[in-house]
């Protein structure tokens, strides 16, 4: 398995096809498509972190620190309910193929994105964690805040990271 930055053509079609999958029909977020392709609106300005194993996509993470975040369209007054930092990211679609399932590959994806996150200054990160992880998400260092965002079917917990939490829950320097 390779846990790297995408950087391929072929491999941004694959994150679009993963997406469309997790976001549209996995979890009901958004309109089907004839094209079973999903492009994340905020696309042109994600870093994806991806997992492939024999050149496929079976996992990803992304992230960007270009503000107006997908969480300062669903939270009011975001930056009062984290705690201060410096430098601040959001954390997106993090997902994993469902027959690749396992919490070792999610936590390594974190791992390698917290290990970029840190390298680029960032000492906080925002999600929208889907509540049928929320527990995981808290397991891997994540603290829940505000209330629920989406709809029936798709909603998600805001929540933040700070930069011990990413260092003490994923063994980084």
């Known amino acids: 398995m390779i846990f790297k930055i995408a950087d391929k053509p072929n491999e941004f079609e694959q ?4 997406n469309y999958r997790l976001f549209v029909e996995e979890i009901p977020q958004h309109p089907v498509n004839t094209d079973k392709k999903l492009i994340d609106k905020f696309h042109f300005k994600n870093n994806y972190l991806i997992a492939l194993k024999n050149n496929h996509l079976i996992g990803m993470v992304c992230y960007n620190e270009i ?3 997908s969480l300062d369209g669903k939270v009011e007054k975001l930056d009062e309910l984290i705690p201060p930092y410096t430098r601040l990211a959001e954390i997106r679609l993090l997902g994993v193929e469902i027959a690749e399932r396992k919490i070792s590959i999610a936590y390594r994806l974190l791992q390698h994105l917290c290990n970029e996150l840190l390298k680029q200054g960032i000492d906080t990160a925002v999600i929208s964690g889907t509540t ?3 527990k995981l998400y808290t397991k891997l260092g994540f603290v ?3 209330g629920l965002v989406g709809t029936e079917g798709a909603f998600f917990q805001p929540m933040y990271i700070t930069v011990t939490n990413l260092r003490n829950d994923f063994g980084t320097n």
């Open 144 to 146: 829940p805040f505000g």
């Open 132 to 134: 049928r992880q929320t």
């Open 15 to 18: 994150i679009h096809e993963l």
């Open 67 to 69: 503000r107006p975040f």
